[in-house]
């Protein structure tokens, strides 16, 4: 791919409001695990097979790894789609196309990253259920996870080869 026009895009209003959700979500996901830490036993689930079941333990300060994960994904990404002019695009970006183009691949990474973080909040809320024999996921969680960006991407990739 050759070198795409490097123009300024501002964020878009669902952009905007993608990504102070994502972050409302990450304090969220801090609050909820300095509530719940007292209420833990000493081992919390820290993995669950396919059928949502723990089969992994650790301390339960590990329950606070899951917003430093969120966290260590949000922001990289958060400042990597302010730069679109960088992305690897399955149409080629001109001048003319580029103003219709990098917005929606904006919008795209602001929605992967609020996808990603709503998954770490989960992920969290669901290793709280699963000490009280409680959990959720199952097999339809893995397909969740496995289809759901293929989908997502699929979508974008469609809208950005309709504004090309």
Do not use: C
């Not at 430093?68 to 695009?89: D, E, G, K, Q, T």
């Not at 080629?92 to 990603?116: V, W």
């Not at 709280?128 to 989908?151: C, K, R």
């Amino acid at each position: 791919m050759g070198k795409n026009p490097k123009i300024k895009v501002p964020a878009g209003k669902l952009e905007i409001l993608f990504n102070v959700l994502s972050v409302l979500l990450i304090l969220g996901m801090i609050y909820y695990a300095f509530i719940m830490y007292q209420q833990l036993p000493e081992q919390i689930p820290t993995h669950f097979n396919s059928h949502g079941e723990p089969d992994d333990w650790g301390s339960k300060a590990s329950i606070f790894m899951l917003p430093v994960i969120a966290i260590f994904i949000f922001v990289p990404m958060y400042f990597l789609s302010r730069v679109p002019h960088v992305f690897n695009y399955l149409v080629t970006i001109t001048e003319e196309n580029a103003p219709r183009i990098y917005p929606i691949s904006r919008l795209m990474m602001a929605t992967f990253n609020f996808s990603m973080v709503s998954l770490f909040a989960f992920l969290e809320w669901e290793t709280v259920q699963a000490i009280d024999g409680n959990a959720v996921t199952g097999p339809w969680f893995v397909f969740i996870v496995i289809f759901y960006p293929l989908i997502l991407l699929g979508f974008f990739a469609v809208w950005m080869w309709k504004k090309a």
